[in-house]
T-cell receptor, first 111, second 114 residues
Framework: QKEVEQNSGPLSVPEGAIASLNCTYSDRGSQSFFWYRQYSGKSPELIMFIYSNGDKEDGRFTAQLNKASQYVSLLIRDSQPSDSATYLC???????????FGTGTRLKVLA | DTGVSQDPRHKITKRGQNVTFRCDPISEHNRLYWYRQTLGQGPEFLTYFQNEAQLEKSRLLSDRFSAERPKGSFSTLEIQRTEQGDSAMYLCASPGQGSGNTIYFGEGSWLTVV
């Protein structure tokens, strides 16, 4: 079992729709969870982080965390073609000081 | 601009040559990470430093790879006797001034071994 799992996609949504990206992790000791956006040929860019169970909203983005289910998700409201990118989920465990990344989900927003 | 600088941005080298990448992290932060990313994959952990001490190395880091962080400031990642399988983007990251556990990546160094 991979430590951080994501569906590779592509996930295609029409412009203006809600895109829902999911991530599961295996280490119950994980404490911090991150979403990065990566455009083709570029480095990952931090979008959001979440530490506590529940929802965290920032503009059009909402991160959701359920530690009991070991599940993290990212919702993108009013999706725009410029949101088309690969979204990476990352998990941090303080005891290891390491950040483990999933393989990413490719999102395509269709105009 | 995340404040993490990497150099060079692109490097094409012949198989068997040595290459070195440099990372200048966000100042005042003592942790620095190196990751490698190949096409279609997420970043893979290579190693990290706390100040000048290299605290962990991934088993991905063969004997041909070495990393240093003299004086706890910039870091270098050297690959000796490069192989075609080393072709990847090498990413450096360091914590930012936001929440203590966030890390920010530099623009990456693309390596192509021909």
């Amino acid at each position: 079992q991979k430590e951080v799992e994501q569906n590779s996609g592509p996930l295609s949504v029409p412009e203006g729709a809600i895109a829902s990206l999911n991530c599961t992790y295996s280490d119950r000791g994980s404490q911090s969870f991150f979403w990065y956006r990566q455009y083709s040929g570029k480095s990952p860019e931090l979008i959001m982080f979440i530490y506590s169970n529940g929802d965290k909203e920032d503009g059009r983005f909402t991160a959701q965390l359920n530690k009991a289910s070991q599940y993290v998700s990212l919702l993108i409201r009013d999706s725009q073609p410029s949101d088309s990118a690969t979204y990476l989920c990352a998990v941090y465990t303080s005891g290891t000081y390491k950040y483990i990344f999933g393989t990413g989900t490719r999102l395509k927003v269709l105009a | 601009d995340t404040g993490v600088s990497q150099d060079p941005r692109h490097k094409i080298t012949k198989r068997g040559q040595n290459v070195t990448f440099r990372c200048d992290p966000i100042s005042e932060h003592n942790r620095l990470y190196w990751y490698r990313q190949t096409l279609g994959q997420g970043p893979e952990f290579l190693t990290y430093f706390q100040n000048e001490a290299q605290l962990e190395k991934s088993r991905l880091l063969s004997d041909r790879f070495s990393a240093e962080r003299p004086k706890g400031s910039f870091s270098t990642l050297e690959i000796q006797r490069t192989e075609q399988g080393d072709s990847a983007m090498y990413l450096c990251a360091s914590p930012g001034q936001g929440s203590g556990n966030t890390i920010y990546f530099g623009e990456g160094s693309w390596l192509t071994v021909v």
